[in-house]
T-cell receptor
């Protein structure tokens, strides 16, 4: 079946780099997303990567995709206290009716310590 | 542009009562999603609509849950009768079309507590 897995917690010191990992099982995925959820708010799209890409960089964010191992990572450089949030990995794919759907991970809670 | 608007932000009610959650998607978005988030199960897709038509309701937990989208700018999720295990944060999200680079835009959620 389709599944997306993430570690539940990550703690880093302010100024260090954070790496959040995700694995997925559906080999037919076409795109993968990273969403951020701050306390009391909804999810916001951080970045996404197409499955035919290996890497995408956007300011402090670097996404790495290893399609062979079905492994996705999000690196946050120079992590700040404002980066403390829950980070969700999501895999985009299609259901039997050719409609888009997202398979969500459980989220990784990132704690940034001053 | 206004984002996805959900109401109420918080709802506390006694078990057995009917609960109605409301959502206004972003204008022009064709897809509308209802999610439930709990600590134990994470983010669960309950149902989604395309052009006001329900496409997949396989995530709706049981017959006590129902969702409608009478027009392109409004949707409701109803629980009747409510039970304590329905306590969760319920999110509505919308997205414009089937384009692969179109993300889902989330509302701020309704925090529901059933006593």
């Amino acid at each position: 079946g389709e599944d997306v897995e993430q570690s539940l917690f990550l703690s880093v010191r302010e100024g260090d780099s954070s790496v959040i990992n995700c694995t997925y099982t559906d080999s037919s995925s076409t795109y993968l997303y990273w969403y951020k959820q701050e306390p009391g708010a909804g999810l916001q799209l951080l970045t996404y990567i197409f499955s035919n890409m290996d890497m995408k960089q956007d300011q402090r964010l670097t996404v790495l995709l290893n399609k062979k191992d079905k492994h996705l990572s999000l690196r946050i450089a120079d992590t700040q206290t404002g980066d403390s949030a829950i980070y969700f990995c999501a895999e985009g794919t299609w259901d039997a009716g050719n409609n888009r759907k997202l398979i969500w991970g459980l989220g990784t809670s990132l704690a940034v310590n001053p | 542009d206004a984002g996805v608007i959900q109401s109420p932000r918080h709802e506390v009610t006694e078990m057995g009562q009917e609960v109605t959650l409301r959502c206004k998607p972003i204008s022009g978005h064709d897809y509308l999603f209802w999610y439930r988030q709990t600590m134990m199960r994470g983010l669960e897709l309950l149902i989604y609509f395309n052009n006001n038509v329900p496409i997949d309701d396989s995530g709706m937990p049981e017959d006590r849950f129902s969702a409608k989208m009478p027009n392109a700018s409004f949707s409701t999720l109803k629980i009747q009768p409510s039970e304590p295990r329905d306590s969760a944060v319920y999110f509505c999200a919308s997205s414009p079309d089937r384009g692969i680079d179109q993300p889902q835009h989330f509302g701020d959620g309704t925090r529901l507590s059933i006593l």
